[in-house]
């Protein structure tokens, strides 16, 4: 079992930046990524951003290439999201994820534990 526990989302202002953070327990040994999805109102969780377990690749969504970027702590087990130039359509409920399998790290489907997910609401 893995436990993820997110932290830091809020409330900020259109342009703003906010920097979300997981926390990774349990079994992580076999982890091969880390992941950030994110699902707004009425929508599908969509990929967002992954890190591999080392930390040394890095990938994103088209969308949020240039405004957010992933790392990892690999002494504190922890990953991070800096989302810088937020926009309104950046509000969802942000989670983290974690693959043990490497085959797709964009795939929702492929990441078998998640955290509860952490609000960003972003206003105009």
């Known amino acids: 079992q893995v436990q993820l526990v997110e932290s830091g989302g809020g409330l900020v202002q259109a342009g703003g930046s906010l920097r979300l953070s997981c926390a990774a327990s349990?079994?992580?040994?076999?982890?091969?990524?880390m992941g950030w999805f994110r699902q707004a109102l009425g929508k599908e969780r969509e990929f967002v951003a992954a890190i591999t377990w080392s930390g040394r690749w890095t990938y994103y969504a088209d969308s949020m290439k240039g405004r957010f970027t992933v790392s990892r702590d690999n002494a504190k087990n922890t990953m991070y999201l800096q989302m810088n130039s937020l926009k309104p359509e950046d509000t969802a409920v942000y989670y983290c994820?974690?693959?043990?399998?490497?085959?797709?790290?964009?795939?929702?489907?492929?990441?078998?534990?998640w955290g509860q997910g952490t609000q960003v609401t972003v206003s105009s």
């Open positions: 994820a974690v693959d043990r399998r490497g085959n797709s790290y964009w795939d929702r489907l492929e990441y078998e534990y």
């Open positions: 349990g079994r992580t040994f076999s982890t091969y990524f």
